[in-house]
T-cell receptor
Framework: GDSVTQTEGPVTLSEGTSLTVNCSYE??????LFWYVQYPGEGPQLLFK?????EKGSSRGFEATYNKEATSFHLQKASVQESDSAVYYC???????????FGKGTLLTVTP | NSKVIQTPRYLVKGQGQKAKMRCIPE?????VFWYQQNKNNEFKFLIN????????QIDMTEKRFSAECPSNSPCSLEIQSSEAGDSALYLC????????????FGHGTKLSVL
């Protein structure tokens, strides 16, 4: 079946430093790749998605490139802010049943 | 703000009791999912529907859970006999039918089984 592996947390960074959260995936489908973010007490919300290989997605200064050859979709941000503190999930969707497969999440804490 | 409405936000049950939670998907979304999120933030897919029909479900859901998405009524997920290991956040999500559609999640129902 499908699987997603991402950087194990927690990750603690100082404001203004750069972030990379690694994500790799396995699937026999042609997936759409997603990054979701979850804040305490809420459900996950979409950060961005990339449906096509070799394309880049971005939102709020976060970005990731769908690398089909390397089966990777690493999340990056050049300068994190305290408000970026949350849990980040890499996910993929493929196949006829629309199921979204999540990684285990990476807890990011940004200190002032 | 999420347009997927889940009730109740919190649910406390004793072992062996039934636990039922509801979800109103976003208007116009024919595909509905239930996920279980444990205290380690890991997601477990439980079941999904397209309109009123089950698309896919896992063994646990088939044996101990009952779920439905009737037309013109909220979707529901019910645990027939709650176990301590069922304590988790239950997330409902909906999406449109296109190939690359995103999932919209509700805030979840946090179930505690004492």
């Amino acid at each position: 079946g499908d699987s997603v592996t991402q950087t194990e947390g927690p990750v603690t960074l100082s404001e203004g430093t750069s972030l990379t959260v690694n994500c790799s995936y396995e699937t026999k489908q042609y997936p759409t790749l997603f990054w979701y973010v979850q804040y305490p007490g809420e459900g996950p919300q979409l950060l961005f998605k990339v449906p096509k290989a070799n394309e880049k997605g971005s939102s709020r200064g976060f970005e990731a490139t769908y690398n089909k050859e390397a089966t990777s979709f690493h999340l990056q941000k050049a300068s994190v802010q305290e408000s970026d503190s949350a849990v980040y999930y890499c996910a993929l969707s493929g196949g006829s049943n629309y199921k979204l497969t999540f990684g285990k999440g990476t807890l990011l804490t940004v200190t002032p | 703000n999420s347009k997927v409405i889940q009730t109740p936000r919190y649910l406390v049950k004793g072992q062996g009791q039934k636990a039922k939670m509801r979800c109103i998907p976003e208007k116009g979304h024919p595909v509905v999912f239930w996920y279980q999120q444990n205290k380690n933030n890991e997601f477990k897919f439980l079941i999904n529907f397209q309109n009123q029909e089950v698309l896919q479900q896992i063994d646990m859901t088939e044996k101990r859970f009952s779920a439905e998405c009737p037309s013109n009524s909220p979707c529901s997920l019910e645990i027939q006999s709650s176990e301590a290991g069922d304590s988790a956040l239950y997330l409902c999500a909906s999406r449109g039918q296109g190939p690359n559609e995103r999932l919209f999640f509700g805030h979840g129902t946090k179930l505690s089984v004492l």
